[in-house]
Nanobody
Framework: QVQLVESGGGLVQAGASLRLSCTVSARTISGYIMGWFRQNPGKEREFVAAINWGGRSTDYADSMKGRLTISRDNAKNMVYLQMSSLRPDDTANYYC???????????????????WGQGIQVTVSS
């Protein structure tokens, strides 16, 4: 059973930075594309960032491009999301996820991810 646990969320002021971490309980995460998504109540879960198996390719949501860095440490089974210049509209529940699909455009689709964390709240105050 693969389990994902997010940490590092909380309440920050606009303009601040925050790093989310995802701890994955698995034999190895090297076989998975890893992604971050976010969701607000009543809205669809939306893509934030993804990183391929070895970490050499990344993909970011256009709305957050330039403010995000996704990284992974396969030796530690960890995935990170560094967010900067946070805005109030970045407020959401952020989810870490693992995909056994391909890399191209599919990493942006929630349907490609087979394991999900419980999510962690990020609140950005103005």
């Amino acid at each position: 059973q693969v389990q994902l646990v997010e940490s590092g969320g909380g309440l920050v002021q606009a303009g601040a930075s925050l790093r989310l971490s995802c701890t994955v309980s698995a034999r190895t995460i090297s076989g998975y594309i890893m992604g971050w998504f976010r969701q607000n109540p009543g809205k669809e879960r939306e893509f934030v960032a993804a990183i391929n198996w070895g970490g050499r390719s990344t993909d970011y949501a256009d709305s957050m491009k330039g403010r995000l860095t996704i990284s992974r440490d396969n030796a530690k089974n960890m995935v990170y999301l560094q967010m900067s210049s946070l805005r109030p509209d970045d407020t959401a529940n952020y989810y870490c996820a693992a995909s056994n699909g391909g890399w191209g455009s599919s990493q942006r689709r929630t349907s490609n991810y087979i394991y999900w964390g419980q999510g962690i709240q990020v609140t950005v105050s103005s």
